[in-house]
């Protein structure tokens, strides 16, 4: 099983700030299957990213993702207040699917 | 507009089984896999199982393959998972979740909510 550990656990952040979270998985994941979401209280998680850089339909492209291998990065230029949520990195480059733990993106 | 709706949740009593449905509307049921997943605030999000579109194959976490079957009837866009000896750590919040064309989860339910305990 690919291990996924994000950092760091929460970033304290003011709007118009940059968030710069980090996915970092057990073993190389080829072909980038590296996904991004984000998920607000009481809502179900929205995908973000998918294939480590290409944003999902109608995300707004201050969200942007990068990486290979066994490193990757979220990149949030300019926070909106919306943005302020948990997200999640998960890869889907083999079975079982696995989550990272999540950063909570809070407002400082 | 793409609608998945769980249902099915609810408080169930350790051993017993539950079944859970999820109900697709917006799109063409039958050419999309799906899968399940749960929450829990101390393990975070969990993947659970998944279906291909024609329901012909089927994939589990190891954990949970000797209890859980995933199922789909695509003549009533309903995908199912049927829960069998639950435990207490099978309490969580379980979503249904559509497998985009890249291979991820571009929709998700809102979720049902199971809660074991006696």
């Known amino acids: 099983e690919i291990v996924l550990t994000q950092s760091p656990g929460t970033l304290s952040l003011s709007p118009g700030e940059r968030a710069t979270l980090s996915c970092k998985t057990s073993?190389?994941?080829?072909?980038?299957?590296l996904a991004w979401y984000q998920q607000k209280p009481g809502q179900a998680p929205r995908l973000l990213i998918y294939g480590a850089s290409s944003r999902a339909t109608g995300i707004p492209d201050r969200f942007s993702g990068s990486g290979s291998g066994t490193d990757f990065t979220l990149t949030i230029n300019r926070l909106e207040p919306e943005d302020f949520a948990v997200y999640y990195c998960?890869?889907?480059?083999?079975?079982?699917?696995?989550f990272g733990q999540g950063t909570k993106v809070e407002i400082k | 507009e793409v609608q998945l709706v769980e249902s099915g949740g609810g408080l169930e009593q350790p051993g017993r089984s539950l079944r859970l449905s999820c109900a697709a509307s917006g799109f063409s049921f039958d050419d999309y896999g799906m899968h399940w997943v749960r929450q829990t605030p101390g393990k975070g999000l969990e993947w659970v199982s998944g279906i291909s579109s024609d329901g012909r194959f089927t994939d589990y976490a190891d954990s949970l393959k000797d209890r859980f079957t995933i199922s789909r009837d695509n003549s009533k866009n309903s995908l199912f998972l049927q829960m069998s000896g639950l435990r207490a750590d099978d309490t969580a919040l379980y979503y249904c979740?559509?497998?985009?064309?890249?291979?991820?989860?571009?929709?998700w339910g809102q979720g049902a909510l199971v809660t074991v305990s006696s």
């Open positions: 998960q890869q889907y480059a083999g079975s079982p699917r696995t």
């Open positions: 979740a559509k497998l985009g064309v890249n291979g991820v989860y571009d929709f």
């Open positions: 073993q190389s994941i080829s072909s980038s299957y």
